[in-house]
C-alpha cells in the first residue's frame, strides 16, 4: 500500500512539473525566434511567455482537479472495502 502512494506522488509531481516546465520552455524559444524573425524584441518573447503562463495555470488546475476527483473515488473505494470486510 506505501509503494502505491509513492507511485501516485511521483506521477503526480512529474506531472505538475511538465505543465509548469514545459509550456514556458517552449515560450521561452518561440517567443525569441519570432523577436529575431521580426524584430520586436522583446515584445514577442513577453507575449509567448504571458500566453504560456495561462497554459500552465490551465494545465495545472485540469491535472489538480483530475487527481482529487480520482483520489475521493479512491477513498471511497477503501471506505467502502473497510465496510464490506468487518
Same mark, same amino acid.
Given at each position: 500500500?506505501? #509503494?502505491?502512494?509513492?507511485?501516485?506522488?511521483f506521477?503526480?509531481?512529474?506531472?505538475?512539473?511538465g505543465?509548469?516546465?514545459?509550456?514556458?520552455?517552449?515560450?521561452?524559444?518561440?517567443g525569441?525566434?519570432?523577436d529575431?524573425k521580426?524584430n520586436?524584441?522583446?515584445?514577442?518573447?513577453v507575449?509567448t511567455?504571458?500566453?504560456?503562463?495561462f497554459?500552465?495555470?490551465?494545465?495545472l488546475?485540469?491535472?489538480?482537479?483530475?487527481?482529487?476527483k480520482?483520489?475521493?473515488?479512491?477513498?471511497?473505494?477503501?471506505?467502502?472495502?473497510?465496510?464490506?470486510d #468487518?
Amino acid at each position: 500500500m506505501k #509503494k502505491d502512494s509513492w507511485n501516485a506522488a511521483f506521477r503526480i509531481m512529474a506531472n505538475i512539473s511538465g505543465w509548469i516546465a514545459f509550456p514556458v520552455i517552449i515560450g521561452l524559444f518561440f517567443g525569441g525566434w519570432l523577436d529575431k524573425k521580426f524584430n520586436t524584441a522583446p515584445w514577442l518573447l513577453v507575449t509567448t511567455i504571458g500566453l504560456a503562463f495561462f497554459i500552465s495555470m490551465y494545465g495545472l488546475v485540469t491535472s489538480a482537479l483530475k487527481e482529487f476527483k480520482k483520489m475521493e473515488r479512491d477513498a471511497r473505494q477503501n471506505k467502502k472495502s473497510d465496510l464490506i470486510d #468487518k
